[in-house]
């Protein structure tokens, strides 16, 4: 049978005494010995929470009494309760044993009734203030001392409970981007700053009858209380203003989020959550601190819910469904492949559509498991198609940022187009640029052993939230998509959306990146595109999103062409017009004669100068920058010879091993006209527009 007496600790030298203590303590409890402090010390490690109550002898040799209370104090056990063996009632001595930890004192010779008393008198002590401070640290939070969870919700309720016909505000609030305030002030520092917050709190319980707070978690604090006229607004704001005085040198911004009670007996669950769905759309909002929370927040939570409680079971009954919008070629506006977009298939609600359960997949990771199976589907009919005797395009499929960060991404990629028979050259991968701004240098390694394997990875999205000219720069990617609604849709802006798309189509070009459009639906968007590429498009202006049977059909016509044609790889050409390299910069200098690189996209007629030595530059004048001559250029063309020009480039352009002549008229600073002779020669081509060689004699 197991022992279950309590434990004492009799730490004494003399052998004698403590078989004295031995035999009067035995019946009532088990009895460990130390001959000294220090065997005592490693006892009480050893046998942890084990010991009840210690019997301590002040005079020791190795370490004596007083040395143990010291060490004692600083261990996990100093709340064990220990009596001190005296021969000596000496009050000085006992002060100071006092001073040091210790409870009660035993005389010796030793009363056996009253030393089983006082002995138990202590452990029961001992262990109601043991469980008085367990209670406590179960219903309060550690740092600050307000409520935890737990106990501010259950007060809360009591609360509520007490006072149903009240009407009560629930407060939730929180500090925005907390991890910086903890990074930039370090962690002490921010817990200093959380105990500042529940000081404020606890000076409320003077102002305000009917309150409870607590902090919740982390940051996350929440306050329930009964407010009369204005006083919910000003207190609100109370506590904008008291965060903003802890430092000034710091933009505290918190999120703050409020609900007012309606029905008393809600679950406090229900009442705090309402109150953080208001808090949330404080977020990444300048000045705006307090929200008060809406219908239509919850019923957005709702369907929220409502969809992650089914996505598992739709998933498992194919309740998904790849739709195919097909992407256009701008040359000849023929087909030339297509993106795979998600439908769900509700056996109740019907077709529901990827902006509905998209974001809510991506913030609870099921994003993952839905790009797996999109995968597996587009693969299986790429399968089919090439089994029927077809030679199906390419078709993208999305790439979640959930599953970029999945370290054998490009392993179950290969092993799928494997599995299938299919070369990964027929399913695109299009990622979000988003997800490339998050990790730059592990997305440039993904994209890059993606395309080891063989897939074409797309950068999606460009210029729809982050768009950076450094993604381009720093990450290997095949295709450019960017969004239609990047173009202008009010005219009063002069145009600024069209004239930055056509700069970042061109640019695309001349770094060998061919360029797809996505979201166009009218024949304005299609003709100005048609304009300044020679790329892709998808849009409802062509086709929505199609069933499979319907994209079936399309590929049946054999309207469609095989796969994207590549931009001309003039990559090491136009690397040296760009080159900043100093012997580069070094052979421009060295010809004596003016030269200058241009493109000219004869569809719009448009002429830009790229790179020009510093004789061109002395030629129209030292104080003239590159912008400045590109203008008198072109003015010189259009308003003098500029069919001349397009002559002698279409010269150039038909005979590319041979140099056509044009002769070029400007206007001196009198006026006098002044002809220059230019030998063109065609050097290649990027996107839409030629790249041209010009040569002064």
Known sequence: MKDIRKTVLIVEDHSLNRKMLHDILADEYHIIEAANGQEGLKLLTRYEFGISAILLDLYMPVMDGFAFLAAYKKTLFNELPVLVLTGDRNPEIEQKALAHGAWDFLSKPYNASVLLSRLSNAISRSQATIMNKMQYSLSHDALTGLYNRTRFFAETRKMLDKFPSRQFAMLRFDIDRFHLVNSLWGEAEGDSFLCFIADFLMNLLDEYEFCVFGRVHADIFGVCASFQGNELNLFANRIVNKLSEYNKDYFVEPSIGIYLIEDNSLPVETIFSRAAMAAKTCKDKYLKYIAYYEESMGEAALREQAIINESKKALENHEFSPYFQPQYSLLDEK???????????????????????????????????????MWECVC??????????????????????????????????????????????????????????????????????????????????????????????????????????????????????????????????????????????????????????????????????????????????????????????????????????????????????????????????????????????????????????????????????????????????????????????????????????????????????????????
Request: charged share 25%; proline share 5%.
């Open 380 to 697: 299986s009919l790429l399968r089919k198609w090439i089994d029927e005797g077809y030679e199906p395009a390419p078709i993208s499929v999305n790439v979640s940022r959930v599953n970029m960060y999945n370290p054998n991404i490009v392993t179950v990629l290969k092993n799928l187009v494997d599995q299938y028979g299919v070369s990964p050259s027929l399913l695109n991968l299009e990622l979000s640029e988003s997800a490339y701004m998050d990790n730059p240098s592990a997305m440039r390694q993904v994209a890059k052993n993606l395309q080891d394997v063989g897939f074409l990875v797309i950068m999606d999205d460009f210029g729809k939230k982050y768009s950076s000219l450094n993604t381009l720069k720093d990450i290997p990617v095949n295709i450019l998509k960017i969004d239609a609604r990047f173009l202008s849709s009010d005219k009063s802006v002069d145009c600024r959306g069209e004239k930055i798309m056509a700069s970042i189509i061109r640019t695309a070009g001349e770094l060998n990146i061919p360029v797809a459009v996505e979201g166009v639906e009218t024949s304005g968007q299609r003709d100005f595109l048609r304009n300044v590429s020679r790329g892709y498009v998808q849009g409802f202006y062509y086709a929505e999103p199609l069933p499979v049977w319907d994209y079936e059909e399309l590929i049946a016509s054999g309207n469609t062409e095989k796969a994207p044609v590549p931009v001309e790889d003039n990559g090491a050409f136009m690397n040296m017009i760009w080159s900043s390299d100093s012997d580069i910069a070094l052979l421009y200098k060295s010809i004596p004669r003016p030269l200058a690189f241009l493109s000219y996209e004869e569809n719009n007629e448009k002429i830009s100068l790229l790179r020009v030595n510093s004789s061109f530059h002395k030629l129209l004048g030292d104080e003239i920058s590159l912008n400045d001559m590109e203008y008198q250029y072109k003015e010189a063309v259009d308003n003098h010879s500029l069919k001349r020009f397009k002559d002698a480039a279409r010269e150039a352009i038909n005979s590319p091993d041979s140099d056509s002549v044009y002769v070029w008229e400007r206007a001196d600073a009198e006026g006098a006209i002044q002809e220059s002779t230019i030998d063109l020669r065609f050097l290649g081509k990027s996107g839409n527009a030629y790249i041209l060689l010009i040569l002064f004699r």
């Open 335 to 373: 087909p030339c492949g297509a993106e795979a977009l998600a439908r769900w298939i509700h056996p109740e609600r019907g077709i529901i559509y990827p902006e509905e359960f998209i974001p809510v997949f991506e913030k609870n990771g099921f994003i993952g498991k839905l790009d797996y199976y």
